[in-house]
């Protein structure tokens, strides 16, 4: 989530760049992609009650709350990490499903690995080496004996296999400017639904997004993940698919700066 971000904090040549992306499987490498033939779609019950007891109405998570409950938690990702998707069993919904929900339930158990803690920045190696030792390159998710991390999800994952720029609002970093976390689980029958709500409420969030002011004041996530938004047409023709109030034609764009301390409850 966070590497044009540290990419923009160093100042390393274009050239440096590149050879960090290839590195990381950023720039056009093979998608991972896990399967495990013998499985069915599994439930996501467990972290849909999770997500109703202890996501409040703005979209923030008591991590307290969610500790107590951290059996609960880890059984769940037990359930998923031990039944992958296939191409065979699983509709393209039902993965999209499983991969945004593992997602975000790896996320919160990383911030309780190290709780409490004011930003999901802080979790890392005491000696942080740019690209590698960010909390999004901890392998702490295994799935039939191999490692993962959260950015093997996000980027080898969902931006790969999926052609669905919506999954920007659906997966949660755990920050006060990610979208918000949804206080329900994703769900192959009615996840178009799910990504269309979450995509209406991010863009018209006035504290995510001000697209009223003069320049618009937008989220980086479309700065850094323009060519994700961009396919069809520009950033402003996607914003304007969900806007309330549409962005002019030819409006000026600037960048909020992006809030990482923690989305927790109450703060």
């Known amino acids: 989530m966070a590497y044009l971000e540290l990419l923009r904090n160093c100042r390393l040549s274009s050239s440096a760049v590149m050879i960090i992306c290839l590195a990381l499987g950023l720039c056009g490498c093979s998608a991972i992609d896990p399967q495990k033939a013998e499985t069915s779609p599994v439930s996501h019950e467990i972290f849909d009650e999770l997500l109703a007891r202890h996501v409040d109405k703005q979209g923030y998570l008591d991590y307290e709350g969610v500790m107590t409950d951290r059996a609960k938690?880890?059984?769940y990702l037990t359930l998923i990490t031990q039944n992958p998707p296939n191409d065979q069993q699983w509709s393209s919904s039902e993965k999209l499903a499983y991969w945004i929900n593992l997602y975000n339930a790896f996320t919160i158990e990383l911030v309780l690995d190290y709780y409490p803690v004011a930003s999901i920045k802080?979790?890392?190696?005491?000696?942080q080496v740019p690209f590698v030792n960010t909390p999004w390159d901890i392998k702490m998710i295994e799935i039939d004996g191999k490692k993962y991390d959260l950015n093997n999800v996000e980027h080898n994952i969902l931006r790969k296999i999926f052609d669905e720029p919506r999954i920007h609002f659906a997966i949660n970093c755990a920050s006060?400017?990610?979208?918000?976390l949804r206080r329900e689980a994703y769900r192959a029958d009615i996840i178009d639904r799910q990504l269309h709500e979450q995509t209406i409420d991010f863009i018209n969030d006035p504290e995510r997004n001000d697209i009223t002011t003069r320049p618009a004041q937008i989220s980086k996530l479309f700065q850094w993940w323009k060519g994700d938004f961009t396919r069809d047409g520009t950033v402003r023709e996607y914003i304007n698919q969900y806007a309330a109030e549409p962005l002019e034609e030819?409006?000026?764009i600037d960048y909020l700066e992006y809030d990482w301390s923690i989305n927790k409850a109450g703060s």
């Open 250 to 252: 030819g409006a000026d």
């Open 176 to 180: 006060a400017s990610c979208p918000k």
């Open 73 to 75: 938690l880890r059984r």
């Open 122 to 127: 802080d979790i890392g190696s005491s000696i």
